[in-house]
């Protein structure tokens, strides 16, 4: 089953969108509370190359990014990729 990893903080709008968007597409995440763990925000800095907004998602390994690269992952067909669905996850019109 795909896993993302999603890197968040409590007050954060963008991060419940994003747990949303990935339930809604079948993709079991765990989630890294950055505002509960300093250790964890050097370690999602390292990871993001220095991006500090949350959230900050990997899926099965792969960087994506914030919410919006996420959308963007899910337009271009790379989500679906990334998720191992076929044909990047398009449906046949």
Same mark, same amino acid.
């Given at each position: %089953?795909?896993? *993302? ?10 991060? !419940? ?21 300093? #250790?964890?925000? #050097?370690? %999602? ?8 907004? !949350?959230?900050?998602?990997? !899926?099965?390994? *792969? ?8 959308? *963007? ?19 046949? *019109?």
């Amino acid at each position: %089953m795909p896993q *993302a990893e999603i890197y968040t903080t409590g007050f954060c709008g963008y991060c !419940v969108a994003a747990k949303n968007f990935l339930k809604s597409r079948g993709c079991d995440y765990s989630e890294v509370r950055i505002d509960r763990d300093p #250790a964890k925000l #050097a370690e %999602m800095l390292e990871r993001s190359g220095g991006r500090r907004s !949350v959230p900050q998602i990997f !899926v099965n390994g *792969a960087y994506v990014g914030g919410y919006e690269d996420l959308v *963007a992952a899910e337009r271009s067909g790379r989500l679906g990729e990334l998720l191992g669905l076929p044909n990047g996850g398009e449906t046949s *019109a």
